[in-house]
């Protein structure tokens, strides 16, 4: 067996020892005599894995009491409706700042069910920084202010909490959660898919406010409405058993890791040393202003892009896979979530250099 580095932007890389005890664990979890996906959601084996699930994530994120933590179905892209369904409560506005790729598809699906008011966007520097605050308009009518805090495309990413001026604040951190601290008491929703930071894909974390369960619209869905799910824990429908389970070992290997705060050093580093890299290159260049580069999603371009396919074939024979930029954007974009060790940012960097030498 030879494992790759992989910089995939989701599904991504996961810590080697989870797929270890995901492979030893296969035939028979724990006592139980079965394996976790032949296991009733109803049973009291699944409901350990269940509960360990959410206390470990509350324990890493530090959630307040008076927030619950739904794990859904339907990806990140399904909470683009679900939102605006659940938590407009008869209001006809939301504010959206846009500051990429993945905030215009969160607008785009919003704008069925209200007015969109785009608060801020950075669309005129083609998504390379955040709109400073103070230009930010917000409408107080609004049911919520929504952002994206990271731009997975772009390579774009908040680096503090935005002034709401009272409107709950909601956003979409699938690729960064858990990559660094995050005060959840200054949010009324966060949301985020599993597939970067997490675990494998198939659920979606929700974790809302209390005050803003109950007010959905008449035509969510049951198994899309957060009070029905609250009340059934998060089990209104089967959930994906095995899915929920990956998620829990990789909770706990971060925890084993020193939790969030610890994991934050390692990703400042891998981040920094990246960033060096490209630009201290002649060959590479990183368009986003400084301040606002990702921590997760390196995006380069090639001073050539004839030498794109050259690039990415090389890398692969040096074992650096996933390396394509989006193909809205182009280049390459290297994903360094938390489980991409510091060993694959510096064999990441050293080809760059190579190639760089010999092109
Ligand atoms: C920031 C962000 N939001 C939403 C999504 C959509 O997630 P999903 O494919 O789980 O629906 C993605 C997927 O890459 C993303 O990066």
Aim: glycine share 6%.
């Amino acid at each position: 067996m030879s494992r790759i580095y992989n910089f995939s932007a989701g599904p991504s890389t996961l810590p080697e020892p989870v797929l270890l005890q995901a492979r030893q664990e296969m035939l028979e979890w724990r006592d139980s005599g079965m394996s976790v996906m032949e296991m009733s959601h109803r049973g009291k084996h699944f409901a350990i894995i269940a509960e360990e699930l959410e206390s470990d994530l509350r324990e890493l994120l530090a959630i307040p009491a008076n927030y619950k933590v739904l794990f859904l179905q339907g990806g990140a892209a399904a909470q683009f409706s679900l939102i605006p369904l659940n938590i407009l409560d008869g209001k006809s506005k939301a504010c959206y700042v846009n500051t990429g790729a993945w905030s215009e598809k969160a607008i785009k699906d919003a704008q069925v069910y209200c007015d969109v008011v785009v608060s801020a966007s950075a669309e005129s520097s083609k998504f390379t920084t955040i709109p400073d605050y103070s230009s930010w308009v917000l409408d107080e009518q609004a049911a919520y202010l929504h952002y994206t805090s990271n731009e997975t495309i772009h390579g774009v990413e908040f680096t503090d909490i935005p002034d709401s001026k009272g409107l709950p604040l909601v956003s979409d951190m699938s690729s960064n959660i858990l990559s660094r601290p995050v005060d959840v008491s200054q949010y009324g929703l966060i949301y985020a898919g599993t597939q970067k930071n997490m675990g494998p894909s198939g659920v979606t974390v929700v974790i809302i406010r209390d005050d803003l369960i109950g007010h959905a619209s008449k035509v969510t869905p049951s198994v899309f409405n957060y009070a029905e799910q609250s009340k059934n824990q998060s089990m209104l429908n089967t959930p994906a058993t095995y899915n929920w389970y990956l998620v829990g070992l990789v909770l706990k290997w971060l925890q084993a890791q020193g939790g969030v705060a610890a994991i934050e050093l390692r990703n400042i580093a891998k981040a920094a040393k990246l960033y060096q890299a490209i630009d201290q290159s002649s060959l590479y260049h990183n368009p986003v202003v400084v301040p606002y580069r990702s921590r997760m999603n390196v995006p380069f371009i090639l001073a050539d892009e004839n030498l794109d396919k050259a690039f990415l074939g090389a890398a692969e024979a040096n074992g650096l896979y996933e390396l394509k930029g989006h193909r809205s954007v182009g280049g390459m974009r290297a994903s360094i979530y938390n489980a991409m060790p510091e060993a694959g940012v510096d064999a990441l960097i050293a080809f760059m250099a190579e190639f760089e030498r010999t092109h």
